[in-house]
């Protein structure tokens, strides 16, 4: 029998990175030796009080059964208290804190809730795939909006048709931004409120890097800004800034009904997160500095070297000053699809072509520096040596 695809998977956009894995297990299957700086998942282990955490809360046959679906009142209390720490901003666990398992998922989910078939999703280009994506599978439309050097990779609002954006019900953005790397401020995030109000817009921020950043830079969160709460949710996720990317832990918080309305879809999808990694999870969140401007200062030194690598090889980038990403222009002349397969074939080094974040990625490539930094510096030195 021939199995049928429903349309939302049979008409997905090719995986970009299909042949370059290809191509990566055939250089490595003759003996290549390949450094893959493609994916952001970080190499420093999850600190040993979390781990112990876990370890702890697993035995308890309190935490075997069925989770709550919206997250322990617990865990969300602890979310609240950390926003409020960290950021300044007071939010009612109950009703404004929702827990998500990885904001992948709460991401993924979000369209579910707030797209009637039609209606349009603005999303960042580049930008992380997930939102155009969900956008598509809940019936909705994405409109890329492009995020261009000269605007310092900002969106420009004043750009947005006017029919878009009457068409418009949800605006991701990501700050600071994978995979360009830079910081969004006060002025810009206050322009966003205006034009979500204006427009009746729902603004999902994406703030899974907002403690990776560097040189004294302190990213804000959406929700800082007057008005935010009224236009907006922010997603929040423990994977990057505490090594957990494999716990499956974060949470979205922000404006009560859209809280609401996330944790209706999740209800009636999902059946919650793991109460024991809940309880890691505030064991993260209350000890949030142990350890973290050190492995910021990893993360720092790694990204520098291989800048350096970049500078010799005469390959303009932006500078990181957040997240552990470098975004950096191909040289004139080629596409990012063929510089990163000359990077492969040519260097063993693999590094994702900057079109797989959408079309204004065209001309760009990214490097992840969530490897050993011995690693991260032998691709410097053969990227130092690529000419194109
Ligand atoms: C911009 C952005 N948002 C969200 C995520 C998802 O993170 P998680 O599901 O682990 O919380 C990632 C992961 O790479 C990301 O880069």
Known sequence: MNIKW???????????????????????EKG????DLGVGDPDIPTPEHIVQSL???????????????????????????WYSKRFGVTLDPAREV????????????????FLDPGDMALVPDPGYPVYPVSTTFAGGVPHPMPLLKENGFLPDLDAIPAQVAERAVMMFLNYPNNPTTVLADEGFFGEVVDFARENDILVCHDAAYTEIAFYGKNPLSFLEIPGAADVGIEFHSLS????????????????????????????????????????????????????????KEV??????????GLREAGIEYTVPEATFYV???????????????????EAGVVVTPGNGFGDCGE????????????????????IAKFRP
């Open 98 to 113: 929702v827990t998500l398992i990885g904001s992948k998922e709460g991401i993924a989910h979000a369209p579910l809730a």
């Open 6 to 28: 429903a349309k939302r998977i049979e008409e997905l956009p090719p995986y970009l990175f299909a042949e370059i894995d290809r191509k990566k297990n055939e250089l490595v």
């Open 32 to 35: 290549v030796d390949v450094i």
């Open 299 to 308: 993360y720092r030194e790694r990204l520098e070297i291989f800048c350096q």
């Open 55 to 81: 370890r702890e809360a697993s035995g308890d046959p309190e935490h075997h059964r069925y989770p709550s679906y919206v997250g322990m009142p617990a865990f969300r209390e602890a979310a609240a208290e």
């Open 240 to 295: 990057k800034t505490f090594s957990m990317t494999g716990w499956r832990l974060a949470f979205a918080a922000g404006n009560e009904r859209a809280i609401a309305g996330l944790g209706k879809i999740k209800t009636n999808i999902d059946s919650g997160v793991f109460q024991a990694v809940q309880v890691a999870g505030i064991t993260a969140l209350e000890n949030s500095s142990v350890g973290l401007e050190e492995r």
């Open 363 to 382: 001309g760009y490539a990214r490097v992840s520096v969530t490897f050993d930094t011995q690693r991260i510096e032998q691709a410097a030195e053969r």
């Open 327 to 345: 975004w950096f222009e191909v040289p004139e002349g080629m596409t990012s699809s063929e510089f990163s397969e000359r990077m492969l074939t």
